[in-house]
């Protein structure tokens, strides 16, 4: 009795035994699907990367190449290329500062054109007739003495201004 009893139970037991071993089996290789997928897109992925990598060394190998071949300038060619660039950069400068010096020289001498054109004015314009050569003579004496205008004017009974203009004409002062 306990065997027949125990048979159904054994029957029962396998079949639960079997029944979860199969789906063991079932989940192994579920998962192992899984992880075979997974492997294969990071396998590709590193075969990009490879090929990739493999791209950048011929590239970089090539890079050193045109490195190595280029001539290098040397710090002479430097010193000239810096210079010719400020030369470039400096012409404007300089065409207008030579501009400006014309136009600077060419004022001068007009100033210069019109002073001598009112000193021979001056010169022309007649002297009083009071106003004689002695009292010249006088006036340049007694400034060279140190005697102010006011007093020189005072003496020689003259204006102030035409002792100084006396001294101008005569360029004491």
Do not use: C, W
Not at 78 to 98: C, H, K, S, T, W
């Amino acid at each position: 009795m306990n065997l027949e009893i125990l048979t159904p139970n054994l029957v029962y037991i396998v079949l639960a035994l079997v029944a979860g071993f199969g789906y063991m089996i079932y989940h192994v290789l579920s998962k192992d699907g899984q992880h075979e997928r997974n492997i294969r897109s990071i396998a590709t992925v590193v075969e990009e990367l490879n090929r990739e990598i493999f791209y950048l060394k011929k590239e970089l190998t090539e890079l050193q190449k045109n490195i190595q071949t280029e001539p290098r300038m040397s710090d002479e060619e430097i010193y000239q290329e810096i210079e010719r660039g400020v030369y470039d950069l400096m012409q404007p400068f300089v065409a207008n500062i030579q501009e400006l010096h014309q136009n600077i020289n060419e004022i001068d001498a007009q100033i210069d054109a019109r002073i001598g054109s009112l000193e021979s004015g001056v010169k022309q314009i007649s002297m009083p007739s009071y106003v004689h050569a002695n009292d010249d003579a006088k006036i340049i004496s007694l400034f060279q003495q140190g005697i102010s205008l006011d007093v020189i004017s005072k003496e020689l009974n003259l204006s102030k201004p035409e002792v100084e203009f006396v001294l101008k004409i005569n360029k004491i002062k």
